[in-house]
């Protein structure tokens, strides 16, 4: 619906000349017009074609305005009401306003002008409504753009397919397995492209009871099937002029995919139970974590599908193959935590890091993202340690990759650790060192780095002075137990 789309507006009153006059009063000023005689034909209207605004008259026989006003604001919070009262009634109508209804008109009406003027400030108002709701989603919309983490190389090239294909309305399809950020992929699609101010519509096709897939999708006429009592938008409509993201496309039916495939076409799609033909302007974006291959030579998906499907794919690399990314994902989560919990943020030991990096995460972020939480939960001092992690993470061998240890305290020899040279150590000329310092939060880096001087330096000037203390004590300008404790201090810190 655009903003000078026609306002639908649906006239409730008993009286059928009044009916009849505000209906050519306001079709005559560009409204698109229907009408009940009472509150039962309203509320059957209201859940056929929804309209924005309803003129509701206060005082009818059997169901009153009252009764509509309710019924409309509990199950379409967002139509408008305007009720409509004799002069003598103005407490009933003020009342009304205070039950939700939006404004009141008194009978006999000022003038037709008064009477349109109502109704299209009540329009007005559900659309400033749904614009503001819209924008909010695409704020949350945006955070969440601001959740796909990662600098691995690997994320690296999401990140430039997305900006690729974010301006295009080809079709994307996102392959990836599960709890790899597919959907986040999607949202950031959405977001970049020039519908990020529409709606964003996901859909996990798997979990929609094989019957009802079509209709979810394409909506359905009343009456369509056995417990189809009222007509219903489908998906494709609600997401027109958006994006709508076909999560788990593999499991469709293969009589859903022929229409999938036809909207995709041509845009065309049809409601169930009926033969007209409704076009959509919708950017479709899909994802599976299954084989399609494997699937069309199963015979349960449309080869012709796929391709319609597989115009621009993107493939969303599991965790253990960026496994760079583990510790920025794991201090995300834990701020992500510790706000949402309203703690104190939590640090990870090097062994408990290790492990997380380790560890093969068949479940990918989404698994890591509930192994954190497990630790944030039951570490109870301000440190995640080893212990504090869930069994499966514990138990990955820390030789898993390349035997080396992680730490930042593992500089290469020549040289002193200073700033320079441990964030050098993220480069390639010192490639066993793994750990990204400015990935960690300012307390932790800054320990991590104190702990690498330490250690560098100690090891350095001991080994100049052949490993013996003292010597080495007054090569460091210091005395025989101050040195000696900061030795001591790096052993209890390993
Ligand atoms: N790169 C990432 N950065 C931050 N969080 C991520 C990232 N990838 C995934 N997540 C988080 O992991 C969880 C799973 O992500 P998502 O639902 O997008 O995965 P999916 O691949 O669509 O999974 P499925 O195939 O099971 O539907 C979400 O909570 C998401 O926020």
Redesign the pocket.
């Known amino acids: 619906m655009t903003d000078d789309a026609m306002v639908r507006v649906l006239i409730v009153d008993d009286e059928a000349g009044l009916r009849r006059s505000l209906a050519r009063i306001l079709a005559a000023r560009g409204f698109s017009v229907e009408m009940a005689e009472d509150g039962d034909r309203a509320i059957e209207l209201l859940e056929q074609n929804e309209p924005e605004v309803i003129l509701c008259d206060l005082m009818m026989p059997k169901m009153g305005g009252f009764e509509v006003l309710e019924h409309t604001k509990r199950t379409h919070p967002r139509v408008e009401v305007v009720m409509m009262t004799a002069h003598a009634d103005v407490d009933s109508a003020v009342a009304a306003v205070k039950s939700g209804a939006y404004d009141f008109l008194t009978k006999p009406f000022a003038s037709n002008d008064a009477v349109a003027l109502a109704v299209s400030k009540a329009a007005d108002h559900k659309r400033l409504v749904e614009r503001a709701a819209r924008l909010e989603e695409r704020l949350v919309a945006h955070e ?1 753009f601001g ?4 600098t691995s190389g690997k ?1 690296q090239a999401v990140y430039r397919l997305i900006e690729g294909v974010a301006s295009a309305t080809s079709t994307v399809l ?1 392959l ?11 949202r950031a699609i959405h977001q970049h492209s020039a519908r990020a101010d529409r709606p964003f519509v996901p859909v ?1 096709c798997a979990a929609i009871p094989k019957e009802l897939v079509e209709s979810e999708l394409f909506g359905h006429v009343r009456g369509a099937f056995t417990g189809a009592q009222s007509a219903r938008t489908g998906l494709f409509e609600a997401g027109n002029s958006g994006t709508l993201f076909l ?2 496309v593999g499991d469709l039916p293969l009589a859903a995919q022929v229409k999938l495939l036809r909207a995709l076409q041509d845009g065309e799609i049809k409601r169930v139970g009926s033969d007209e033909t409704r076009f959509v302007d919708v950017r479709v974006l899909a ?1 599976t ?1 299954v084989d399609l291959q494997q699937r069309i030579a199963d015979g349960t998906f449309r080869r012709d599908l796929y391709y319609r499907l597989n115009v621009i794919p993107i493939h ?1 690399p599991p965790l253990r193959e960026r496994d760079d ?1 583990i510790v920025l ?1 794991t201090h ?2 834990l701020q992500k935590l510790a706000r949402r919990m309203g703690r104190a943020p939590k640090r990870v030991s090097a062994e408990a890091m290790e492990a997380l990096r380790a560890y093969a995460w068949p479940g ?3 698994e ?2 509930h192994a954190v939480e497990h630790a944030f939960v039951l570490a109870t001092g301000e440190r995640i340690e080893l212990g504090d992690l869930p069994q499966m993470a514990q138990q990955a061998p820390s030789s898993s990759r390349d035997g080396r240890d992680t730490d930042v305290a593992e500089v290469p020899r020549a040289g002193l650790p200073g700033l320079a040279a441990l964030a050098g150590s993220m480069e390639p000329q010192a490639p066993h060192v793994r750990f990204d310092l400015f990935a960690l939060p300012y307390a932790e880096a800054k320990r991590r780095a104190m702990k690498a001087f330490d250690d560098g330096y100690v090891r350095e000037v001991l080994s100049r002075s052949g490993g013996n203390l003292s010597a080495a004590a007054r090569h460091a300008g210091l005395d025989r137990s101050n040195f000696r404790r900061i030795v001591k201090r790096r052993k209890t810190a390993e």
């Open positions: 969440r959740e796909l983490v990662g994320m996102i990836g397995e599960s709890g790899t950020g597919k959907e986040l992929v999607a996990n999560d788990e994802a974590n969303v990314d994902l995300h989560v990918n972020v989404r890591l993202e």
